[in-house]
C-alpha cells in the first residue's frame, strides 16, 4: 500500500510512488505546476512584436506572444468556441491566430475579431467576452520569462529567492550583458519521471560513473576530490563550481555552476533546458544552446561544439542519461523495494550564507528540491489523496 501523500517524502529517503504512480502524477499537475512560477521561453525566442513561442504551462497548452508595445501575453492555446488548438507552430511571427475548425479568429492579444455568421448566436453573444483566456501571471527575470496559473502567490523574484544571483553570475558572463540563442532547438522524450531530469541537473555524483567514457581529467577532479558544493536553495537546486573559476565563456568544465530551477527549468553551462512532463512515465525534454553577446565568434562556436559532443543527439552525456532514466523506470516497476536512497551528506550538510549546502557529490540539493516538493503537495486543505 502506498502512504499518504504526507509520508512520501522522509528526511534521506522518497518512496518510489511517487516516480511511479499517475494519480501523484495528475495532483503534481494540479498542486505544483497550476500553482507556481513556471519556466515557459527566453525573451530571445521571441524579440519582435508579432513573434510567439508555443509551449506547455503544466497540462496547459499556451502561446507566449510579444506583443505591438513589446510586452508579453501569454494565451491558452485554445478556441473559445469549440476548443482546438488555434496555432500548431512550435515559433513565427504573425498578427493574427485563427482556428482551423470554424474559422474564429483572434489578435495576437487574444482579442476575438472574426466569427462567422456571429447574427446566429443571439443577441448575448458578445465577441469582447469571448478572446482567448490569458494566464493570471507573466513575469520575466534576466531574459527568462515565466507564467503562473494562479493569481495569487509568492511574486517571480520571490519564487527564486537566492537562485537569482546565480541567473545574474550566468547573464553577466556574456560581454555584452545578454544572451542569445543559436537557431532551432533539440528535442528528445524518455520513458521515465521527469523528476529524473530534475535531479540530474544537480546531480555531480554521478558524472564519474556514469560519464567515465567522457570526462577529461579536469572534470574527474572537480567532481571526485571534493571541490565545490551543492546547495538547497529556496526549494531550487544548485551545484557550484565557482571555487575553480567563474563561468567559463567556452562552456568548458573549468568552474562556473549548474542550476534547477524547480520545477522545470534547468540551466547549463551551455544551454537552457525546458522539461515537459506528460506522464508519470513519459517525460519530453526541450533544450536551446546559449550564446553569449558580445562573445568572439569562436567562443560561442565552441559552446555549440559542446553541446553537441556533451548533449546532442549522439552526445557523450546525454545518452547515457537518457538511458539510466529509463532504467531507473522500469526497475521501479518492482514493489520489493519500496523507498530510494537520499541520504548521502545527510549527517555532514552545514548551513552556510543562510542555505543548507553539502560537499560536491552529497545529495542535499536533492533533498531541498523534495522538501518543497512535500510542501506544495500537501498545501491546502482541499488535497486530494490518490486512489489506493
Given at each position: 500500500m502506498r502512504p499518504a501523500i504526507d509520508q512520501l517524502i522522509r528526511?534521506?529517503?522518497?518512496?518510489?510512488?511517487?516516480?511511479?504512480?499517475?494519480?501523484?502524477?495528475?495532483?503534481?499537475?494540479?498542486?505544483?505546476?497550476?500553482?507556481?512560477?513556471?519556466?515557459?521561453?527566453?525573451?530571445?525566442?521571441?524579440?519582435?512584436?508579432?513573434?510567439?513561442?508555443?509551449?506547455?504551462?503544466?497540462?496547459?497548452?499556451?502561446?507566449?506572444?510579444?506583443?505591438?508595445?513589446?510586452?508579453?501575453?501569454?494565451?491558452?492555446?485554445?478556441?473559445?468556441?469549440?476548443?482546438?488548438?488555434?496555432?500548431?507552430?512550435?515559433?513565427?511571427?504573425?498578427?493574427?491566430?485563427?482556428?482551423?475548425?470554424?474559422?474564429?479568429?483572434?489578435?495576437?492579444?487574444?482579442?476575438?475579431?472574426?466569427?462567422?455568421?456571429?447574427?446566429?448566436?443571439?443577441?448575448?453573444?458578445?465577441?469582447?467576452?469571448?478572446?482567448?483566456?490569458?494566464?493570471?501571471?507573466?513575469?520575466?527575470?534576466?531574459?527568462?520569462?515565466?507564467?503562473?496559473?494562479?493569481?495569487?502567490?509568492p511574486?517571480?523574484?520571490?519564487?527564486?529567492?537566492?537562485?537569482?544571483?546565480?541567473?545574474?553570475?550566468?547573464?553577466?558572463a556574456a560581454p555584452g550583458g545578454k544572451l542569445?540563442?543559436?537557431?532551432?532547438?533539440?528535442?528528445?522524450?524518455?520513458?521515465?519521471?521527469?523528476?529524473?531530469?530534475?535531479?540530474?541537473?544537480?546531480?555531480?555524483?554521478?558524472v564519474g560513473a556514469l560519464h567515465i567514457s567522457a570526462v577529461t581529467p579536469k572534470a574527474m577532479e572537480i567532481y571526485q576530490q571534493g571541490g565545490g558544493c551543492v546547495i538547497a536553495m529556496d526549494g531550487h537546486g544548485v551545484t557550484d563550481h565557482t571555487d575553480y573559476g567563474p563561468m567559463p565563456l567556452d562552456a568548458s568544465l573549468s568552474g562556473g555552476f549548474n542550476l534547477v530551477i524547480f520545477p522545470n527549468l534547468i540551466v547549463l553551462r551551455s544551454q537552457i533546458r525546458t522539461i515537459r512532463p506528460v506522464a508519470a512515465n513519459r517525460t519530453e525534454i526541450h533544450t536551446r544552446v546559449v550564446k553569449l553577446e558580445g562573445a568572439p565568434e569562436d567562443i560561442n562556436l565552441r559552446r555549440m561544439r559542446d553541446q553537441e559532443f556533451e548533449f546532442g543527439a549522439a552526445g557523450t552525456f546525454f545518452t547515457d542519461d537518457l538511458e539510466i532514466f529509463e532504467r531507473t523506470q522500469y526497475g521501479l516497476q518492482s514493489s520489493a523495494v519500496e523507498w530510494l536512497t537520499f541520504s548521502r551528506g545527510l549527517e555532514t550538510d552545514k548551513v552556510k550564507d543562510g542555505y543548507v549546502t553539502g560537499g560536491i557529490t552529497d545529495e542535499t540539493q536533492h533533498r531541498g528540491m523534495?522538501?518543497?516538493?512535500?510542501?506544495?503537495?500537501?498545501?491546502?486543505?482541499?488535497?486530494?489523496?490518490p486512489h489506493a
Amino acid at each position: 500500500m502506498r502512504p499518504a501523500i504526507d509520508q512520501l517524502i522522509r528526511p534521506g529517503a522518497v518512496h518510489r510512488s511517487v516516480y511511479t504512480d499517475q494519480d501523484i502524477f495528475d495532483l503534481e499537475m494540479q498542486h505544483i505546476f497550476d500553482t507556481t512560477w513556471v519556466f515557459l521561453a527566453h525573451e530571445a525566442e521571441i524579440p519582435q512584436p508579432g513573434d510567439y513561442k508555443t509551449t506547455l504551462l503544466g497540462r496547459h497548452p499556451v502561446i507566449v506572444s510579444r506583443q505591438p508595445d513589446g510586452q508579453v501575453a501569454v494565451l491558452i492555446n485554445r478556441c473559445r468556441h469549440r476548443g482546438p488548438t488555434v496555432c500548431e507552430n512550435e515559433t513565427g511571427n504573425s498578427k493574427y491566430f485563427r482556428c482551423p475548425y470554424h474559422f474564429w479568429t483572434y489578435r495576437s492579444s487574444g482579442d476575438l475579431i472574426g466569427v462567422p455568421s456571429p447574427e446566429a448566436y443571439g443577441s448575448t453573444f458578445k465577441k469582447e467576452e469571448m478572446g482567448l483566456q490569458r494566464i493570471a501571471r507573466v513575469d520575466q527575470y534576466q531574459g527568462f520569462i515565466f507564467g503562473s496559473m494562479s493569481a495569487g502567490g509568492p511574486s517571480l523574484r520571490e519564487h527564486l529567492g537566492g537562485v537569482a544571483r546565480f541567473l545574474d553570475a550566468y547573464v553577466g558572463a556574456a560581454p555584452g550583458g545578454k544572451l542569445a540563442l543559436f537557431e532551432g532547438s533539440q528535442k528528445c522524450a524518455y520513458n521515465g519521471n521527469w523528476k529524473f531530469q530534475l535531479e540530474n541537473g544537480v546531480d555531480p555524483y554521478h558524472v564519474g560513473a556514469l560519464h567515465i567514457s567522457a570526462v577529461t581529467p579536469k572534470a574527474m577532479e572537480i567532481y571526485q576530490q571534493g571541490g565545490g558544493c551543492v546547495i538547497a536553495m529556496d526549494g531550487h537546486g544548485v551545484t557550484d563550481h565557482t571555487d575553480y573559476g567563474p563561468m567559463p565563456l567556452d562552456a568548458s568544465l573549468s568552474g562556473g555552476f549548474n542550476l534547477v530551477i524547480f520545477p522545470n527549468l534547468i540551466v547549463l553551462r551551455s544551454q537552457i533546458r525546458t522539461i515537459r512532463p506528460v506522464a508519470a512515465n513519459r517525460t519530453e525534454i526541450h533544450t536551446r544552446v546559449v550564446k553569449l553577446e558580445g562573445a568572439p565568434e569562436d567562443i560561442n562556436l565552441r559552446r555549440m561544439r559542446d553541446q553537441e559532443f556533451e548533449f546532442g543527439a549522439a552526445g557523450t552525456f546525454f545518452t547515457d542519461d537518457l538511458e539510466i532514466f529509463e532504467r531507473t523506470q522500469y526497475g521501479l516497476q518492482s514493489s520489493a523495494v519500496e523507498w530510494l536512497t537520499f541520504s548521502r551528506g545527510l549527517e555532514t550538510d552545514k548551513v552556510k550564507d543562510g542555505y543548507v549546502t553539502g560537499g560536491i557529490t552529497d545529495e542535499t540539493q536533492h533533498r531541498g528540491m523534495y522538501r518543497n516538493w512535500l510542501r506544495m503537495m500537501t498545501a491546502g486543505s482541499a488535497l486530494q489523496e490518490p486512489h489506493a
